[in-house]
């Protein structure tokens, strides 16, 4: 109960973020505020990536916003870049310190309240199903399940077979959302609305999957 609870929220903090961005949006317009940007340089980008790279190894940060601040501040092209390059990070990240530490230190990153959603997905035994893991790397999950894989068998290769292909595939999706609303595009919110449509049928396709070690 406590952890749909703190989901609320995250999403309500995401909900608010957007709205808020809007309101900038509208008071100060896209043009100036990527000016600003611009004066940053290379550390605009990089502070994005640093964010989003935190909320992935810190999963109780909201990091869906991230990804919807970086198409609207960089466009499409540059704001995917980088979000996917922060996603290979840290994902890639998640995974070694699973793998390599174990489940004590996962615990002090995830949280004892989010570690029964680890241990869920590491008894799914998605090593033994790619299209599975793939499956779970593509949810909003993401986060937890690169956590989860790394406490498996799973062998790296895999891993980042599986973790490159949901990139590119779930990746584009909050990307054009930010970059739709920011540049008032109807191609990219409509693009962003049934890549939303394809990852929430990913979803409840993947969470409906019995749980091979119950088998």
Known sequence: MKNKWINLLRWVLIGVLIVLAIGLLNQVGIERIRQQVDQFGVWAPAI?????????????LPGTAYAILAGGLFGFAEGLLIVALADLASCTFNFYIARRYGRSLVERFVGQQFMEKVDRLAQRHLERNFFLMTGFLMTGLFDF??????????????YLLALVFSILVAKP???AAGAGIFEDSQLLL???????????????????????SNS
């Open 173 to 175: 999706l909050w990307v």
């Open 145 to 158: 399940a690169a956590y989860g894989v790394g406490l498996t068998q799973v062998r790296w290769h895999s």
């Open 190 to 212: 409509g693009f962003a609305l049934l890549a939303a449509f394809g990852i929430g049928i990913v979803t409840a396709v993947v969470q409906r999957q019995p749980n091979s």
């Open 48 to 60: 994005v990536f640093a964010l989003r790279f935190t909320s992935i190894i810190l999963p109780v």
